[in-house]
């Protein structure tokens, strides 16, 4: 479900109508109408508030329990959500085969003129109604199609955040991988943290089995398996550090308890070789603590509103 994606600033879009459209666009999607009130979406749907932007004064609702299906320009879409600004609805989301785009692409064409691409989607905007159509990612099967009144789609642009995404697509893969995992900065949801937390936790998992069952090769001068276990295990483990403080900004914690966790780390370090019979066990159960409680971090909501750590990430 993609309904909090950048939109693009179409005011130039908007100034004029769609190059060679006869009439004016839809401003209906199946049973729901731009300007609705969640009040009367309720009617048709159930709505579930998904997130909430304080800045803009907006939120987004899924839709369930109602009509699925219907046709928007001769496609079978499917309705996901909306979007609410000021108690009425200012956007209507719907959904669409990848495989079937182009073909809706065509047929919007033919109807409303011309679209224009831009940031990821094609836009077909004039002074009343605009529509967006994403371009499927790798791997993605659908596409949001998205009818929002024109003058609500200005005030929901977000030039900044795209200019900025562009800015650090530019910047190399090196870039993207220290703020992918080593920029303890901002938010990360749960979505975004498993995959990432797995992909640091598996190889330090890994390295810490060997020590466990192959001690051996750990023992005596520098050798390609400490060398390893120094590199890789200490890459790891900043990138878990700042991968888990992401997590507990978007719970909303503060970072002091995640400070905190790491003294009662130290402690049990320094004093648990002398009840757990070697300072080796003890570091090791100190490892399985540490991986215990980065793994429990992904099974917490973050908050659905601003806070002081920043927005509500995005998927």
């Not at 006869?22 to 209906?28: G, L, Q, S, T, Y």
């Not at 200005?154 to 190399?172: H, M, P």
Request: aromatic share 10%; proline share 3%.
């Amino acid at each position: 479900m993609n309904m909090d994606f950048d939109i693009p600033d179409i005011t130039e879009n908007a100034g004029k109508a769609a190059i060679g459209g006869k009439h004016r666009k839809p401003r209906r999607a199946g049973k729901i109408r731009l300007g609705d009130s969640l009040r009367s979406i309720s009617k048709e749907y159930t709505a579930t508030r998904e997130k909430k932007d304080e800045d803009k004064h907006i939120e987004f609702y899924s839709l369930s329990e109602g009509e699925e299906k219907f046709s928007f320009y001769g496609k079978e879409v499917s309705i996901i959500g909306v979007c609410i600004r000021n108690k009425k609805t200012a956007a209507i989301y719907m959904e669409l085969p990848a495989g079937e785009r182009d073909d809706f692409i065509k047929a919007l064409s033919e109807s409303e003129g011309k679209g224009e691409d831009a940031a990821g989607m094609t836009i077909f905007a004039d002074t009343v109604t605009s529509i967006f159509i994403t371009k499927p990612g790798k791997g993605e099967k659908v596409v949001t199609i998205a009818l929002m009144d024109s003058e609500e789609a200005k005030v929901l642009s977000d030039n900044e955040a795209i200019e900025k995404e562009a800015e650090e697509a530019s910047k190399g893969v090196g870039h993207k991988i220290f703020q992918t995992y080593f920029n303890p900065v901002g938010r990360m949801s749960r979505r975004s943290y498993i995959p990432k937390m797995l992909g640091a936790a598996i190889p330090a998992a890994i390295l810490f089995g060997f020590t466990c069952f192959r001690p051996e090769l750990f023992v005596g001068d520098l050798n390609v398996y400490i060398f390893t276990f120094l590199v890789v295990g200490t890459l790891c483990f900043i990138a878990l550090i700042s991968l888990a403080m992401r997590r507990l900004s978007d719970i909303g914690l503060s970072h002091l308890y995640y400070w905190v966790f790491f003294l009662l780390l130290f402690a049990i370090n320094q004093m648990g070789g002398q009840f757990l019979g070697s300072q080796l066990m003890a570091t090791r159960v100190v490892a399985i603590i540490f991986m215990a409680a980065v793994v429990l971090l992904a099974f917490f909501p973050g908050e659905n509103k601003k806070n002081k750590y920043g927005p509500v990430p995005k998927e």
